[in-house]
């Protein structure tokens, strides 16, 4: 095994404890794999990060993990960043890096609403962020929705030709809201290839979903 599967490995261990009890489908150790399966194949792509840094962030960034819905959501990063924090420095991860580490934690997020400063910062929120588009954003989103005791669609009105918009009552929404607009936030080249892609995947979804539903 590489020094880097043994890393994977041990933040894997890490985040397994820190998750125990916890049931989120759409937070699982399967999303932070994937989460650092993109930002890899970004990387690549758009060389200049430094892997050790992403590795770690990748799979610290939702180490604390609250719901949707939670009052302290927005604070979500920077707590998962302080556990970051407090695990590298316990297990010889270079000291240098971790505000480096930190930085990309707290910049992936949404609701922190953080400028991307590194290569790293930016590969990773592209990473998480291809996470909400395509397929397995699509899973998420009703995975999600499902937990909030969302619905699936208004029947009477599934695109809200008539209605606002409103996505904490139908998860279909959620794509309008949230979703589409997600492949305009994309940092890199790479990640705004792959969103393009994903989110003419999505439309195609919904108008295939509308057409069984009349």
């Not at 261990?13 to 759409?26: C, M, T, V």
């Not at 969302?150 to 695109?159: I, M, N, V």
Request: cysteine-free; glycine content about 6%.
């Amino acid at each position: 095994m590489t020094g880097r599967l043994r890393q994977q490995a041990a933040y894997e261990a890490e985040i397994a404890r820190l998750w125990a009890g916890q049931a989120d489908a759409a937070h699982d150790l399967g999303h932070l794999r994937r989460v650092w399966a993109n930002a890899q194949g970004i990387a690549r792509e758009e060389p200049g990060a430094d892997l050790e840094i992403l590795l770690a962030a990748a799979f610290f960034h939702d180490a604390v993990n609250l719901p949707k819905d939670h009052p302290d959501r927005a604070r979500a990063s920077a707590l998962s960043a302080g556990v970051a924090v407090d695990y590298l420095s316990r297990t010889g991860f270079p000291p240098a890096k971790i505000p480096a580490v930190v930085h990309a934690i707290e910049a992936h997020s949404f609701s922190a609403r953080i400028e991307p400063q590194t290569a790293e910062a930016a590969i990773l929120q592209d990473a998480d962020r291809l996470e909400a588009l395509g397929a397995i954003g699509i899973a998420r989103m009703f995975a999600v929705s499902g937990a909030l005791g969302r619905a699936l669609f208004d029947p009477a009105d599934p695109l809200a030709r008539s209605r606002s918009l409103d996505d904490r009552a139908f998860a279909l929404d959620h794509l309008e809201v949230k979703l589409f607009p997600v492949a305009a936030t994309m940092r890199t080249a790479t990640g705004r290839r792959i969103a393009a892609e994903r989110a003419d995947w999505m439309e195609g979804f919904r108008s295939r979903l509308l057409a069984e539903i009349g």
